[in-house]
């Protein structure tokens, strides 16, 4: 990722992509108390547009308010910045990576003399769980990393060092021969994959974790809209044990990098008979046209640049 060409916004300035770089004492590197967001933009017929910009931001901020991280910059200044490096690097569809994190001014727990920082990346990417996969789904291993519980971690924060559980969960079911991880939580129940939101249909219901240690997925919230007002489905917050999954109708990720993401086996039990299914791939397309802009209702999603 280092040795591209471009610009980063890097404390309200933009360097060369090569020289946005931060000392080996970097606390956040450390210790992982940073917050950061995936934020997609997608070409439509009427020009670039982020997706949700506002929502995510706001959750940026709500995150950094958990942690105690006073935020150097004002909403505004980071809804322009996003969109700003993607004129800057000529982008028409991207994934955007702000990142606020603490400098290199200390060591120890202790964050009152640090400094706050902010960053703001953009680059091409497709698929994050592959076009292939997009279709005829993905395989899921249970983990043994369980979900951070909700009195050990300030679970709603997108927070940079909670994500070390994301990683041992993927590298498991990897290193399993599956394509990702579906973690549980402290209790049994399930929580979320590595990187998204997991929700099952069972006899013409949708179900999802509620939240709790569960990541407030801004895709999740549209999936939850979309299935609710333009499949007139209805969708059910609870708590899912894993034998619910196993016997499901059909299961499916959603998060801003997996998109909306069919599920075809978890752990060695398929899922009905393997395939995408048809409400999972309804889904697909109704976001599809949301993010692109074929949707007017929902026009309002959308930050042109």
Excluded at 171 to 188: I, K, R, T
Excluded at 237 to 258: H, L, S
Aim: proline share 2%.
């Amino acid at each position: 990722m280092e040795n591209k060409d471009g610009w980063i916004w890097y404390d309200e300035n933009f360097v060369p992509w090569r020289e946005a770089r931060v000392h080996v004492l970097t606390h956040t590197l450390h210790y992982g108390m940073g917050v950061f967001e995936g934020v997609r933009a997608y070409l439509t017929e009427q020009g670039t547009a982020i997706f949700r910009l506002q929502d995510h931001t706001k959750r940026l901020f709500d995150s950094a308010r958990m942690l105690g991280i006073t935020m150097p910059y004002t909403p505004e200044q980071m809804n322009a910045a996003q969109k700003e490096v993607l004129i800057k690097n000529k982008l028409d569809s991207a994934y955007i990576r702000p990142m606020i994190f603490y400098g290199a001014e200390g060591m120890g727990l202790h964050t009152k003399e640090l400094k706050v920082h902010g960053i703001v990346a953009a680059w091409q990417w497709g698929a994050y769980l592959g076009e292939e996969n997009m279709q005829r789904g993905i395989s899921v291993k249970v983990s043994s990393i369980a979900r951070y519980a909700v009195n050990t971690a300030m679970c709603r924060a997108k927070a940079n060092g909670y994500y070390i559980n994301s990683m041992l969960a993927l590298q498991e079911a990897q290193q399993h021969g599956y394509d990702e991880a579906l973690m549980l939580d402290v209790n049994g129940y399930l929580a979320e994959g590595s990187g998204e939101n997991i929700f099952i249909l069972s006899d013409g219901v949708i179900y999802t974790p509620e939240l709790g240690c569960v990541l407030d997925g801004i895709t999740r919230r549209t999936i939850i809209e979309l299935a609710t007002n333009e499949l007139g489905m209805d969708v059910v917050e609870k708590k899912i044990t894993r034998d619910e999954a196993y016997i499901a109708d059909e299961v499916f990720f959603t998060g801003t990098a997996a998109e909306v993401a069919p599920v075809r086996k978890i752990d060695e039990h398929c899922i009905a008979d393997g395939k995408r299914g048809p409400v999972t791939e309804k889904l697909q397309a109704l976001y599809n046209d949301v993010v692109g802009g074929r949707n007017k209702k929902y026009q309002d999603y959308l930050t042109f640049i």
